[in-house]
């Protein structure tokens, strides 16, 4: 019996989010406060009675997302008893805080850089994202591999489900290509340019020299990382792969198996949304999967 803890990434989020352990918790609005005197700006106020747009902006939909499972894992207490972690892309900081690899003013202070570079590389190079619903794998990376272009499998959410990304000729076209091999659906996501591709080497690039001088322990359990889906508790194996992330895809599919393969029999979903929960579900539907988003 293995308790598995796992953390959402960027398209969870929601106003309102955390609102309740910042009113009931004097521990946890400490940390709040802690987060706008860090962050330069009051993203409380945003989190809390903002607009969905104000929300939507990388620069403060990462960070906020991180700060709902953050300190949602630390109010839980000794409740908060992972055998192992992991996270979706950005939640990936989330796990290594909640495990004790990162400190949570250096954890939040590289995920604001790495939401500020992501930021600036989708700049550079327009470019987008879109879900794959109901092809195999295999399928998607041959026809992305056929395609002119930049386009790549960025997100292997669960079985049945990929997000590709790269630049927006590259990704329509694939898309095209992808509806005439069977799927169901291959459409464009609202986000801001292609996570998880070579069009983020700008991002890697200036995010690695943050991660490289960040102070990373040992966590108290294995962290399952995105990169290759494997345990890790080495911090030098830790920070490579929290660099190599930005141009990598997200092996959640493959993190979830290893995870279930390892002994986890639960998995609970910190922060906002269940959109976690929802893929454990289709990945491993023999395992219990819950989400928790307040207390």
Request: proline share 5%; aromatic share 6%; glycine share 8%.
């Amino acid at each position: 019996m293995k308790k598995a803890f796992v953390f959402p990434g960027q398209g969870a989020q929601f106003v309102g989010m955390g609102k309740d352990l910042y009113d009931n918790i004097p521990e946890a609005k400490a940390l709040f406060e802690r987060a706008n005197e860090i962050l330069g700006f009051r993203i409380t106020d945003i989190m809390f009675a903002g607009t969905d747009e104000e929300l939507k902006q990388t620069k403060v939909t990462q960070p906020a997302i991180f700060l709902h499972s953050v300190i949602l894992a630390k109010s839980l207490g000794a409740q908060f008893d992972p055998d192992m972690v992991a996270g979706h892309s950005l939640g990936e900081f989330s796990a290594l805080v909640a495990a004790g690899a990162l400190s949570f003013e250096e954890g939040l202070r590289l995920v604001s850089k790495r939401a500020m570079a992501m930021q600036r590389a989708c700049e550079l190079n327009p470019s987008t994202m879109a879900a794959v619903l109901a092809l195999p794998d295999e399928t998607v990376e041959k026809i992305c591999a056929e395609t002119e272009g930049v386009v790549v499998a960025a997100n292997y959410n669960c079985p049945g489900q990929l997000v590709i990304s790269g630049s927006i000729e590259s990704v329509d076209k694939a898309c095209a290509a992808l509806k005439a091999a069977g799927a169901k659906r291959a459409m464009r996501l609202a986000v801001g340019g292609a996570f998880h591709s070579p069009l983020m080497e700008p991002a890697r690039a200036e995010l690695s020299k943050a991660i490289e001088e960040a102070v990373i322990v040992a966590p108290k359990c294995p962290v399952y990382q995105n990169v290759d889906a494997m345990p890790h508790t080495d911090p030098a194996e830790i920070k490579a792969n929290l660099i190599a992330q930005l141009t990598a895809p997200v092996r959640w599919t493959q993190s979830v198996q290893h995870m279930v393969a390892d002994g986890a029999t639960s998995f609970t979903e910190l922060g906002p949304g269940k959109v976690l929960q929802g893929l454990v579900g289709k990945i491993a539907p023999g395992v219990e999967a819950t989400s928790i988003q307040s207390l």
